[in-house]
């Protein structure tokens, strides 16, 4: 659903390091149940078991991966190239998620490396994550930290490139934790961002960039933060492995 934005709602489900025959039927039986969702719906699996989803998702549902590397081949033991992805039938990439900047050390200058890679040499999109830590927003500098790093990957998305683009704002005190920022907090975030890529492109691109919330979004508060102006969707973690993933996906329209 486009709303009064003229965007239309998106949702992905990140399974991060998670997957069953008994979760993909579970999925699967939830997505079935959204085919008439005016919302584009974006699932990334882990990535062995990618061709699995693919064989047996509902066809209105696209894919993702969780991670890529920003090369076609070669040395890289353990890595996975966007070209791979597209072959084995993703649309998508998750890039940047807080999990990958602290545990694996990623830094804004290796995923201008990555997001230039994928929108030049490939036609795989882009979900582009960002967030501040617990810390950071405490410090009272959440805009400057979401700033650093929308910017990097501006850098490297040219104008006619943004269509590609969804920018994920994920607080990282609000991921796997149970906590989530209040609707007026993430709408805060998202009002600030929109501004902040117009500076650093133009009104147009800035109107019409989705920019959608992840952080312990649940079936019992997508509802109210779906309300919101400025968020466009959502990038669910723990809840895109159970049934409440419908409720998240029908947020806008319920």
Known sequence: MAGASGRRFFVGGNWKMNYSKAIL????????????ADVDIV?????????????????HVQVAAQNCYHAKEGAFTGEIS???L??????????????????FHEDDEFLK??????LNKTDVN??????????????????EVVERQVKAYQEKIANDQYNRVVIAYEPVWAIGT????????????????????EQNANAEIAKNIRIIYGG?????????????PDIDGFLVGGASLKPEFEQICKSRQD
């Open 82 to 84: 966007p070209e791979m």
């Open 216 to 228: 312990s979004v649940s079936g019992s508060n997508c509802k109210e933060l779906a309300q919101q």
């Open 126 to 143: 882009v979900i582009a994550c960002i967030g501040e830590t617990l810390q950071e927003r405490e410090a009272g500098k959440t805009n």
């Open 86 to 103: 597209k072959e084995a039938g993703c649309n998508w990439v998750i890039l940047g998620h807080s999990e990958r900047r602290t545990l």
């Open 178 to 197: 149970g906590k989530v920022a209040t609707p007026q907090q993430a709408q805060e975030v998202h009002k600030h961002l929109r501004k902040f890529i």
């Open 25 to 36: 039927e579970k999925i699967n039986n939830a997505l079935n149940n959204t085919k008439d």
């Open 43 to 59: 699932c990334a699996p882990p990535a062995l078991f990618i061709k699995d989803f693919v064989s047996s998702k509902p066809s």
């Open 113 to 118: 490396k990555k997001i230039d890679y994928v």
